[in-house]
């Protein structure tokens, strides 16, 4: 394994952008779905990579280099949420959902719309928009997600699952008020190996 600090900058940058680069769309993608604010997703994916080059010595190659990029994008993310709002500590409310979710019917997917989905992915608790986010659409395994978002793995999977019901819930009253039923995927963990 070559030493990235006994090259130039430019041998750095080389690398860097080699590596990083391609992935910054989908990052942006990220960005914007957590911040829904052009300005600030922006902001966020710039000081992500300027924070990546940064620390691109400690990144290993061979490694997933997207899954590296989101937690330096989740811990940015959180610095800045944390600097923002300083408020108390509150009850994590994933006891009370485990309790109180009752069996939601399937919903079908094909009447959905996107907006359909996003609408209801923004209905439910940001904690579970986040891990169906990172597994659903971003493709990160259980173990990857729980690096990202610095949870256990079983928090990971718990959480999968009990965002999943509640979207379930959300699509299903979203189309039963047009009088749909059917099927949405149950509970499909494609992005969620181990």
């Known amino acids: 394994m070559r030493d990235r600090h006994a090259g130039s900058s430019g041998d750095v940058w080389t690398a860097f952008e080699?590596?990083?680069m391609p992935h910054v769309d989908r990052l942006f993608r990220l960005a914007m779905w957590w911040e829904r604010d052009r300005r600030e997703a922006e902001d966020l994916v710039q000081d992500t990579l300027v924070q990546?080059?940064?620390s691109f010595h400690r990144f290993a190659p061979g490694t997933n280099c997207r899954?590296?990029?989101?937690?330096i994008l989740q811990h940015v993310r959180s610095n800045r949420r944390r600097s923002k709002l300083r408020r108390p500590t509150v009850e994590d409310v994933d006891d009370r959902i485990a309790e109180t979710v009752p069996f939601v019917p399937p919903v079908p997917h094909q009447h959905l719309t996107d907006e359909d989905v996003l609408a209801a992915?923004?209905?439910i608790p940001e904690a579970f928009q986040d891990i169906i986010l990172l597994s659903d659409v971003e493709e990160l395994t259980y173990k990857e997600i729980a690096g990202v978002l610095a949870i256990p793995m079983g928090t990971v999977m718990s959480r999968l699952h009990r965002g999943r019901i509640l979207l379930r819930?959300?699509?299903?009253?979203?189309?039963g008020r047009a009088g749909v039923v059917g099927d949405l995927g149950r509970s499909s963990s494609s992005?969620?190996?181990v």
Do not use: P
């Open 169 to 175: 819930q959300q699509l299903t009253a979203t189309r």
């Open 191 to 193: 992005g969620g190996s």
């Open 18 to 20: 080699a590596e990083a």
């Open 67 to 71: 899954a590296w990029l989101v937690a």
């Open 52 to 54: 990546a080059l940064q």
């Open 121 to 123: 992915l923004r209905g």
